[in-house]
């Protein structure tokens, strides 16, 4: 099992539609997730942090599961500016301090 | 935006010839990360630092080297470039090591023929 899996898509929406992706990981002691935006050819920039209580930050909300280890991201009335790939990030607390990247699910929005 | 730049931005070399790669951040930040992205994986760790001369490896370490003797410029060296290697490289950093967030610097596209 990969350490950090997420479908890639991509996952064609209309404008204005609610979409979800998960992610899930494969160590049960990681304690800090993430989501990141990644635009073609352009570096990756964050998102949001995910909490274990949940959060949301306008459009986006993002949730955490532990029992069934998976973090989602929801994204409401869906722009054409959101299309992008979407990074979801978990530190695995090896003793060093790691990242690891899923490969990414890619959405686009469609007029 | 968090000021970390990357030089070169595009590099194209040729087999068996070193190639270092520079990574410069004003945000004093102590953790800087090496990754690299191909298509098909996520972004691969390949070297860390934690503070000045303070590194250790990735996940993908192998043919790469780094040095940080200033806390702003971390470096990435590859000793002999082979055709594996071409790739999209980015620089990170991170206030916190564990629990922080990480800021990318642009990326270097590097091609080895």
């Known amino acids: 099992r990969k350490e950090v899996e997420q479908d890639p898509g991509p996952f064609n929406v209309p404008e204005g539609a609610t979409v979800a992706f998960n992610c899930t990981y494969s160590?049960?002691?990681?304690?800090?997730f993430f989501w990141y935006r990644q635009d073609c050819r352009k570096e990756p920039k964050l998102l949001m942090s995910?909490?274990?209580s949940g959060n949301e930050d306008g459009r986006f909300t993002a949730q955490l599961n532990r029992a069934s280890q998976y973090i989602s991201l929801l994204i409401r009335d869906s722009k054409l500016s959101d299309s992008a790939t979407y990074l979801c990030v978990v530190n695995f607390p090896s003793g060093t301090y790691k990242y690891i990247f899923g490969t990414g699910t890619r959405l686009k929005v469609l007029a | 935006d968090a000021g970390i730049t990357q030089s070169p931005r595009h590099k194209v070399t040729e087999t068996g010839t070193p190639v270092t790669l520079r990574c410069h951040q004003t945000?004093?930040?102590?953790?800087m990360y090496w990754y690299r992205q191909d298509p098909g994986h996520g972004l691969r760790l390949i070297h860390y630092s934690y503070g000045v001369k303070d590194t250790d490896k990735g996940e993908v370490s192998d043919g790469y080297s780094v040095s940080r003797s200033k806390t702003e410029d971390f470096l990435l060296t590859l000793e002999s470039a082979t055709s594996s290697q071409t790739s999209v490289y980015f620089c990170?950093?991170?206030?916190?090591?564990?629990?922080?967030?990480?800021?990318f610097g642009p990326g270097t596209r590097l091609t080895v023929l």
């Open positions: 995910v909490y274990s």
């Open positions: 160590n049960s002691a990681s304690q800090s």
């Open positions: 990170a950093i991170s206030s916190s090591g564990r629990d922080g967030e990480q800021f």
């Open positions: 945000e004093n930040h102590r953790y």
